[in-house]
């Protein structure tokens, strides 16, 4: 999600066997979303090389891949860009008699609501969006209203993202996060622009250390980013906002492009395997859509109520999904007036 | 002989067309189409992008990125000046000097923003230390204001700012020193009126290599601005991600260029031996 990352420059490739002849596959990935003995482990399995690269924005991996001859064979698309991509013919149908390992998902990813027979893409990892908060501040945060009160000396973060900026304000107003209405979003902005006085800044993951060392004490955060906070300092608390909150899920999808198609199908049929996921999450700490991978993870990760809400919190979530080009400019209008103001 | 010149400037020619003029037109074209849905650029043809640029909100940003880079600018020359008249003076110690100037660059522009953060946040060093010695009762507001975008911007471009008035300033004949002290100038009068006006060029090429990249600075105010001063580099760059719109960020950073172009332009008349 953070769309600096990108100026760092682009990971190299892991280094892989020395043949000259072997099958090559090309993946591209966001970061943190692999252990370190995944692409090995597969190279030397599958007897091919593998050149890994990373990205930091969904945007940025559309721009990469849109031209439609990148040399990209699998890409992790987010859900609200699973429909735009199918759109613009980017994407290879999923072969369901190939991935033999299909059966682990969890049953609702099995039949998500962007792609309802996982016929382009399959779901690999999903987080929400909710706000992360020092236990020393006088009432525990509730609600997306809590982050309009002036109790907290400045020391709040919202995230710098706008489809998040709306999201928690549209759901304050009792909307849907992913509302194209113009007068919503004006009330949105109207609300967002009436809280930046009383906030320290936007920031993205980087708010995390400020988190933990107590410079901010109420952050909107992704939960999968939180529960590296909350692993690291016993003062701090996670909600999901009572109004309601937004949720993402990043999926696995082969472009139709690419020239490698087999093997890209038993990588991410490889993904699917209960153990290659689990290895990813304890490393990462984010959470799967792999049912048989949660099963055989440590508790305190596999029950973990920050990464794995229980049914009743979740009931209030609401997926992202591909916002209109209208929609999308006018929304950019009202970001950039916020950020201005 | 002209055929042997030809071959060995070609390589030139082409790295200039091939990795300046095309992207260049490529740019412009894009700036005249419209908005794809999903990023990306179509038609129809129009001008709609550079009227968007007229719209107050815009030129609010433009002003703002305008006087922010002003500012740093100015802070650059105050520093810079007597510090490149320190090393142009420093002997045999010149060079270790100039290195020391240069040594920053060694290190990724993006890392020495972060140590910023560490160093001026509320359980950051400064703060910890003014703490320590009770010279401030809580944390100083040090970081996400444009206080610290221009203390970031000012310490990412002094260098720029040192190097030409150094380069000027080492050239200077210390005859003519001599022959002001000699006709009785107070070392303050013989700043003002020899060193100064000799090292006008030097002042003027570093005043412009500072401006013209803080105008298009974007991780400075993303990062110790903390998203909350929007410059026109940001505008750029979130047309290009989050809003997906190339075509405006195409129309923006063009009339950006021509704003510098127009710059350039206006100095290089007044100062003829400068470009």
Known sequence: MNRRIFLMGVAGALAGCTSGHKRRLNVLNWQNYVADNTIPDFEREFQCKVRYSTYGSAEEMLARVMAGNSGWDVVFPSNSFVGPMRDLDLLQRVDHKRLTNLGNLEQHFQSPEWDPSLDWCVPYMFSATGVIYSKKIAHPITAWADLWQNDYGRRVTMLDDPAEMFAACLKRLGESVNSSDDRLLRKARDLAIQQKPLLRAYLNEEVRDQVVAGDVLVAQMWAQVAQGALEASHDLAFCFPSEGFPQYADNTSVLRESKHQDLAWEFVNYLLRPTVTRDTVIAWRTATANRAAREILPTELGKNPVLYPPEDVLKRGEWFRAIPGDAQKRRDIYWTEIKSA | ?275
């Open chain 2, 1 to 275: 002989m002209q055929r042997l010149r030809a071959w060995f400037l070609a390589p030139g020619y082409l790295v200039t067309v091939g990795l300046f003029a095309v992207p260049m037109l490529i740019v412009c074209a894009y700036s005249l189409l419209s908005r794809g849905p999903y990023g990306g650029v179509t038609t129809p043809w129009t001008l709609e992008n550079y009227l968007r640029v007229f719209d107050p909100l815009y030129l609010t940003i433009l002003w703002r990125s305008v006087w922010i880079s002003a500012v740093s600018t100015a802070f650059c020359l105050l520093l810079g000046f007597p510090l490149a008249l320190f090393v142009a003076r420093a002997g045999k110690r010149r060079t270790l000097f100039l290195n020391l100037v240069m040594l920053p660059f060694w290190t990724s522009f993006l890392i020495r923003t972060y140590a910023w953060m560490f160093l001026l946040r509320d359980t950051g060093l400064i703060n910890t230390v003014l703490q320590a010695l009770h010279l401030t009762g809580a944390p100083l507001p040090l970081l996400f204001n444009n206080g610290a975008v221009i203390l970031g911007l000012v310490y990412g471009y002094l260098p720029f700012m040192v190097l030409p008035l150094y380069a000027t300033l080492e050239k200077l004949d210390p005859a003519l020193l001599d022959a002001a002290q000699d006709l009785g100038a107070s070392p303050w009068v013989t700043l003002w009126t020899v060193i100064v006006p000799l090292s006008k060029t030097g002042m003027m090429a570093g005043c412009l290599l500072v401006f013209i990249p803080c105008l298009g600075a974007y991780l400075t105010p993303d990062l110790l601005g903390g998203g909350k001063t929007v410059m026109i580099g940001n505008l750029v760059q979130n047309q290009f991600t989050t809003a997906r719109d190339w075509p405006f960020g195409s129309a923006v950073s063009l009339l950006l260029l021509i704003l510098v172009l127009g710059l350039l332009r206006l100095v290089a008349r007044k100062e003829e031996n400068l470009l």
